[in-house]
Structure formats: structure tokens, C-alpha cells
């Protein structure tokens, strides 16, 4: 279980206020976990402060929290006319159903089917392999997350930044497989009770032993910047330039 082993050495080098999350997709729960009724966004919550969930569609109470995770299909019929009013007319997170389809069909689909569970817990306690590794972090800890994780092979991530918080923070790199940085929607972020400086930087699990492997090499890790006697002399040259 080396994932484990990633988690102590994440929250000391970031200096993280509780753990990475470990989220996994999984047809049968794990022994021990919390089975209580929660929203999406607490659960994050939960486990970066020490609980292990085991979240499924019984359990999952928000409905659009299980359209969005793939536990269930999305509402249809009244249910469907309630999603709309209560997006557009209550949270006034889109100005009218058009501009809601809009969001809906240019982003990615949930998992529908995939899982019966979706598995939260702090990463050093994780029982199964976690398909994605979740940071609640500020922005200077996402900047070093995003360093570390592209420093093997410089590929931008293809960030999702729209949608609900369960949308773009496990949905959308579950299935694109990429680094996703998300703001959360508003209103789960005003709800739940999250700091204003905090946000989410998740990462595929596959992405994981480069990101560690680049930390003692990457200075947004732990590798100190050296530079070149030479640009070093042109640096100083130019800060002690007089501005015109």
C-alpha cells in the first residue's frame, strides 16, 4: 500500500491542514467506513479530517451529487423539473435552462454504472487502491501540486473549471484521467462552510509515483533553485538597473 506511504510525506512538504483524500470507485464497500447519509462536498470534508465513507446511492443525499458521481441516473420526469428550478430559480447558478443544458453537454458524462461505492478516506488509511488522490488546499500549495505532477513530462493539464463541485473535483479527471483544479460551485462552497482561500487540485492516481518522484527533484518540492553564475550576474545587473 505505498499510497500510504505518500501521504505523510505530502502533508509535511505542503504543510496540509488534514490529509490528501483518497477516492475510490468500488463494487462492494470497505469494513469499518461510515454509511450516515452525507452530501458530496461533506464527505470530501470528512475524510480530509480522518473519516473513512463509504458513499452509494442510498446514502448519497443529494441527487444531483448521485447523477454526477455515476451512482444513479440523472433525474427524469418531476425530478428532472426540480433540478432545473431548483438551479436556476433557488442556487442562481445558471440564468435558464438553456444555459444549464449548455454546461451539461460540453463537459464530460458522469460514470454511470461504473461503481456501486464511492470509497472517501485519508490517504494513510486508504484500504483499496485510490483511482484519484484529492488535495483541499490554498493556491500556493495547488501551484506546487501542478509543478510537481507535470514536472515529468510537461503536459498542461486540461482543467474543467465548470460545473458542480462533485462534477470537477472526481467526476471529470475519473473519467478524462487528468489533473483537474476546481473552485467549486458556489454554493456548496458557502454552505459547507469552506475558507475562502481553499480549493480543490485533483490528481489521477496514475500520476501519483512521477509527482513523488518529483519532489526531491523540482523546486516546487524540495530541490533548492541554483542558478548559473552568469544569469545570476544578469539578474542582479538587472535589479540594480535604474528605472526610467
Excluded at 464527505?43 to 458521481?69: F, K, M, T, V
Excluded at 458557502?190 to 527533484?217: C, N
Aim: with cysteine; aromatic share 6%; proline share 8%.
Amino acid at each position: 500500500m505505498i499510497w500510504r506511504e505518500y501521504s505523510a510525506r505530502l502533508k509535511e512538504m505542503l504543510a496540509l491542514e488534514g490529509s490528501p483524500i483518497a477516492v475510490t470507485y468500488s463494487m462492494t464497500p470497505v469494513s469499518g467506513a461510515e454509511t450516515e447519509r452525507r452530501m458530496v462536498c461533506q464527505a470530501l470534508l470528512d475524510a480530509r479530517s480522518g473519516a473513512s465513507i463509504n458513499l452509494s446511492q442510498e446514502s448519497c443525499s443529494c441527487p444531483g451529487g448521485i447523477w454526477h458521481l455515476g451512482l444513479g441516473p440523472r433525474p427524469s420526469g418531476d425530478g428532472d423539473k426540480m433540478l432545473k428550478k431548483f438551479l436556476v430559480e433557488g442556487e442562481k447558478l445558471f440564468c435558464s435552462i438553456a444555459t444549464m443544458h449548455r454546461t451539461m453537454a460540453l463537459t464530460s458524462p458522469p460514470p454511470l454504472g461504473l461503481a456501486e461505492y464511492v470509497v472517501f478516506s485519508p490517504l494513510e488509511k486508504a484500504e483499496l487502491m485510490p483511482d484519484l488522490v484529492v488535495f483541499l488546499c490554498n493556491p500556493d500549495q495547488a501551484c506546487r501540486l501542478v509543478t510537481l505532477a507535470t514536472y515529468p513530462d510537461g503536459k498542461p493539464p486540461k482543467a474543467e473549471l465548470v460545473g458542480s463541485t462533485c462534477h470537477m473535483v472526481i467526476a471529470y479527471p475519473l473519467v478524462s484521467g487528468e489533473l483537474n483544479l476546481s473552485l467549486m460551485d458556489y454554493t456548496s462552497r458557502k454552505y459547507q462552510d469552506y475558507k475562502a482561500e481553499e480549493l480543490f487540485v485533483t490528481i489521477p492516481y496514475h500520476m501519483m509515483p512521477g509527482l513523488m518522484w518529483s519532489i526531491d527533484r523540482c523546486s516546487a518540492g524540495t530541490a533548492k533553485v541554483e542558478l548559473p553564475q552568469e544569469v545570476q550576474e544578469v539578474l542582479t545587473e538587472l535589479q540594480e538597473r535604474p528605472r526610467e
